[in-house]
């Protein structure tokens, strides 16, 4: 398509081969990033009656930006001992071609000695920023590139993740948020940044702040209140008895806060109904392109996604060897639908239908408050029942599980006067025990199901 601008791919050709497709195929599959650029690969040019190296020099002449990608190796040296990697950057430098370079790794004594010495020339020359895996390379790539079309005119606004929040400022961010994602991250993936680096440091560093201000990503992943800036980042969650969708709902849930707390409570709510284990997507993972990186890399480094993608595939591949329904997703005046069905023929004997049938012994009990029940073996805290439970939210274990149970009388703290206790415990009351006992019972006798 004329009118696009060429983006040259430079690395050593073997060594990282599968990160120059990878980026070429990321700008390729982004809405944005597509309309404006094209991408040049040496190895996808048809053999030529021409010198390799006046070849890809010629194509550094004509691209727009440079994309230097650096690992370990220096590559072949020709009659001067300069590889095509360092000709092609010093090209770019005489023609004033804009030049992103990108530093594989953090363990320069691997470097081959050249190799070295033409990162510290970059390092002199442009600023140049080191990743570590594939995700931070093309998300750090995708900002520079949204920063390029910016400051060349070629877009008057960026995409919705990496433009400023507006009306936000740094400090509607949450420190302890951040802090606990640089926990988190450090634990999951290793990431390289301390658990005591600055916010503002840690936004740069992900590529979250857009004129010293936090962009729209940053208030979804770490803002003190994201919903007062993205009134519509929320979680609507509905469970319906049997197959149809109709009214009165069972359970509604709305859920607000960063993207990470979204993601726990939806969870959370999920496993409350069907009552099934939640498998990773490295069982059976599918190559992806998130359409927003920005937001996407957080979730990656905290392992809240083990691809940087929907998933989707995944999804309906499961569900078939489940015998159980596909997912279903529809837009809805804006909103994004999901709905899971559960198994009419293989349901499991759930607290929900049998604290239904015994009614006249125990009121109605929701299936979240039979599984809180059924897991109080002893004096628990709040934090060891949560995780008997599996569930990541507190928010939600509290309003789903630990409220109703108290206050249905089925469960008793051991210090009632001091409910804010450090020591606080939870126990079965008379009545709870008297729950379990005819919940047992129907299903010796089979009417549970």
Excluded at 165 to 186: T, Y
Excluded at 277 to 283: D, F, K, L, N
Excluded at 422 to 427: A, D, G, L, M, P
């Amino acid at each position: 398509m004329s009118g696009k601008k060429r983006i040259f791919v430079s690395s050593v050709q073997k060594e990282t081969a599968s990160d120059r497709a990878a980026v070429r195929d990321f700008i390729q599959g982004d809405p944005l990033l597509s309309r404006f650029f094209d991408v040049f690969l040496f190895e996808d040019i048809p053999a030529v009656d021409r010198r390799a190296d006046e070849v890809y020099l010629s194509e550094v002449d004509r691209s727009a930006v440079l994309v230097s990608i650096l690992a370990n190796e220096y590559g072949y040296e020709d009659a001067s001992g300069i590889s095509p990697t360092e000709h092609e950057f010093d090209q770019a430098g005489l023609r004033g071609i804009s030049r992103l370079v990108f530093v594989f790794g953090t363990d320069d004594q691997l470097r081959h000695p050249k190799m070295r010495a033409l990162i510290a020339k970059a390092s002199a020359e442009v600023i140049r920023r080191r990743v570590v895996g594939i995700q931070q390379l093309l998300s750090g790539l995708y900002a520079s590139l949204v920063e390029y079309m910016d400051s060349t005119g070629m877009i008057h606004a960026g995409p919705f993740d990496a433009t400023a929040c507006p009306n936000a400022e740094l400090s509607d961010i949450s420190e302890d948020h951040v802090k606990h994602f640089l926990m988190r991250a450090q634990q999951a993936r290793g990431f390289a940044l301390d658990v005591n680096t600055p916010v503002q440091a840690t936004l740069a560093h992900l590529n979250l702040v857009n004129h010293n201000r936090p962009s729209r990503a940053a208030i979804l992943l770490f803002g003190k209140a994201p919903q007062r800036f993205l009134p519509t980042s929320e979680i609507k969650c509905m469970h319906f008895h049997g197959t149809e969708v109709r009214k009165p709902i069972p359970s509604y849930q709305i859920y607000k806060g960063t993207v990470f707390e979204l993601v726990d409570q939806a969870v959370d709510f999920v496993m409350s109904k069907i009552t099934r284990r939640v498998g990773t997507r490295s069982e059976s993972p599918h190559p992806s392109i998130p359409r927003n990186p920005l937001i996407a890399e957080p979730l990656f480094l905290a392992r809240y996604i083990e691809k940087a993608g929907t998933g989707t595939l995944d999804m309906f591949a499961l569900c078939k060897e489940a015998g159980i329904a596909p997912p279903e997703f529809r837009p809805d005046h804006g909103l994004f639908v999901q709905t899971l069905r559960r198994s009419p023929v293989t349901q499991e004997v759930t607290p929900e239908v049998t604290g239904q049938v015994t009614g006249q012994v125990t009121g109605q009990v929701t299936g979240e408050v039979g599984r809180l029940i059924l897991s109080l073996v002893r004096e628990m805290s709040g934090a060891d029942i949560q995780a008997a439970l599996g569930l990541r939210g507190r928010g939600n274990f509290r309003t789903l599980y630990l409220v109703p149970a108290l206050e249905s009388g089925l469960i008793e703290m051991t210090i009632p006067d001091k409910p804010k206790s450090s020591r606080q415990k939870y126990r079965l009351s008379a009545k709870g025990r008297a729950w379990i006992a005819a919940n047992n019972r129907l299903i010796e006798n089979g009417e549970g199901a």
